[in-house]
């Protein structure tokens, strides 16, 4: 190596990888070793880990991020996405949250941009369906399931108020296993405050394809984790797939058909797509091909780590690749740093190494599974394991004091079932009185909250007009919500108040 001045480090993604690397490269660079830049589209790195308990109402969304301007003071923040990287150039070309894309040049690369829901090309899914990976689905899906308690709560219609209550889950690692649960619990308490609502009234389904669920504990805890779920009606269907999800009817391949007014997408993930616009060496599963040194494999001045990259497991025989988890990624980012550090310093790298230490999981208050270095633990141990372990891996002292400060106020105060549904599209009301009145429209999937989403499926008269009118409406609906039914949302929203 020989950089000339200062090695520029350019990070692409400020997520577990990203943020965790930069912070310890910070840290440990003297004064004028080199500089950083982190490209993230986000200002804050997510603790998804927490999500579900965001989404559950139990930790408030923004203590489950950590802002990467506050934390990266040593680093260049770009808010933004990297389209394409050149390596063989050392340039990236990226595009900034506004304005005009750029090219970036850079002398070493870490690029860790993660993983994106795997999808499949099931009918209805893209319209239908809202993915469990950000903070913003995590806060949609909170405001989305308090929304259905209160529109099935008014509603007279029987199969406008059972399709607002049928809550689907496609998926059941943990990321999807947690979230239905911690919803669930969410709803289940939530239901106390409605007279008109049993928790008897909603049904929860859990679809998974394979013969189990959790598959990172053993086969005994995730059938226990079954019994639980099970226990508590929610219906769980192993070895079952979707066909199809058009307007919102579920087709399932056991011969199931019912009608779901929420479907989330947990069904695992791949490697982020924008590494086939890189010059750098993927797999066979599209992920970046790694040494254990957590070096890409063949090509000099580039690193990886996390989701994408398909770093050899050297604690399992050969071919072995580590899991795509925030465990693997704490630990590598801090491998990645100091290896980059050394190769700057010209001393010697080392391997990383960690043996799989197991998973905990929550699934809703008091309740969890843990199997952590071959102990299990079920129940209250297990949650309150997810809450110790998760705590002390928060990054930041601030981060722990306000997560710590939340669970205490919970244990005094219930948690707050308002749905801020209006967030989604808070200029609804506005482009409503400053534009011309026009005539309104239908729908039973509009954006929570809207007077649309809690009047079902009542239909106005001039709906396809309007519906055809709003772009704006349907450009800033919610994930999951067709455009036409956020401008029939719209509409909607226009009628109720006409008629009022
Ligand atoms: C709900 C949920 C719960 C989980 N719970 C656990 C758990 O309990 N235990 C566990 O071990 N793991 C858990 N995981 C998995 C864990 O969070 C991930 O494995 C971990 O985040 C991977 O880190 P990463 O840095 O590779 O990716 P990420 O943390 O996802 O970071 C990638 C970053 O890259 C950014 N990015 C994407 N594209 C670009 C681009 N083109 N340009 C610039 N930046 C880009 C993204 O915005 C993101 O911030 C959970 C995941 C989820 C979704």
């Not at 990321?175 to 008109?196: F, K």
Request: glycine content about 10%.
């Amino acid at each position: 190596m020989g950089y000339g001045q200062a090695p520029h480090i350019l990070i692409v993604g400020g997520g577990y990888v990203g943020m965790y690397t930069a912070l310890r490269l910070q840290r440990k660079l003297h004064g004028g070793e080199a500089t950083i830049t982190v490209i993230e589209p986000n200002s804050y790195m997510t603790y998804q880990p927490f999500l579900p308990e965001a989404a559950a109402g139990n930790l408030e969304p923004r203590h489950v991020v950590v802002p990467l301007r506050k934390v990266l003071k040593g680093c260049r923040i770009v808010s933004g996405h990297v389209v394409t990287v050149s390596h063989e150039r050392r340039t990236a070309s990226v595009q900034p949250l506004l304005g005009e894309a750029f090219d970036l040049k850079y002398d070493i690369l870490v690029i860790c941009p993660g993983s994106v829901a795997r999808t499949l090309p099931i009918p209805g899914l893209a319209e239908q369906g809202i993915g469990f990976k950000s903070a913003a689905e995590a806060i949609y899906l909170r405001n989305q399931v308090i929304s259905r308690l209160d529109a099935a709560a008014s509603a007279t219609d029987s199969a406008v108020r059972r399709r607002a209550l049928t809550f689907l889950f496609i998926g059941g690692g943990y990321a999807g296993i947690e979230a239905l649960a911690e919803l669930e619990d969410m709803a289940r308490d939530a239901c106390s405050y409605y007279p008109d609502l049993e928790p008897a009234d909603m049904r929860w389904v859990l679809v998974e394809a394979t013969g189990r669920i959790l598959p990172e504990v053993s086969p005994g805890m995730g059938l226990y984790t079954v019994k639980q779920l099970e226990h508590r009606g929610i219906q769980v269907k192993l070895n079952t797939r979707v066909e199809s999800l058009l307007d919102g009817r579920v087709v399932l391949d056991d011969g199931d058909r019912f009608e779901a007014g929420t479907v989330v997408w947990t069904a695992g993930v791949k490697p982020n797509p924008m590494l086939e616009r890189t010059d750098l060496p993927l797999d066979d599963r599209g992920r970046l091909r790694a040494t254990a040194f957590l070096q890409v494999d063949g090509v000099a001045d580039a690193w990886t780590a996390g989701d994408c990259a398909a770093v050899p497991d050297l604690t399992k025989g050969e071919g072995a690749t580590t899991g795509p988890s925030a465990q693997h990624a704490v630990r590598q980012a801090r491998r990645l740093a100091e290896n980059l550090l050394a190769e700057l310093r010209h001393e010697p790298i080392k391997p990383y190494e960690h043996s799989y230490a197991g998973s905990v999981a929550s699934l809703g208050l008091h309740k969890g599974v843990a199997e952590v270095y071959g102990i299990r633990l079920r129940g209250w141990p297990a949650w309150l394991m997810h809450r110790t372990y998760h705590l002390s891996r928060v990054p930041t002292v601030n981060r722990k004091a306000r997560v710590v400060a939340d669970w205490s106020l919970a244990l005094f105060f219930r948690r707050e079932i308002v749905s801020l549904g209006s967030f989604a599209d808070p200029r609804a009301e506005f482009r409503r009185v400053a534009a011309p009145a026009t005539a309104p429209a239908t729908g039973t999937d509009a954006a929570p909250g809207t007077p649309a989403a809690l009047e079902g499926s009542t239909t106005y008269p001039g709906a396809d007009e309007a519906a055809g009118v709003d772009e704006a409406a349907a450009a800033s609906a919610p994930p999951g919500t067709p455009a036409p039914a956020a401008a029939a949302a719209e509409a909607n929203s226009q009628a109720a108040r006409h008629r009022s």
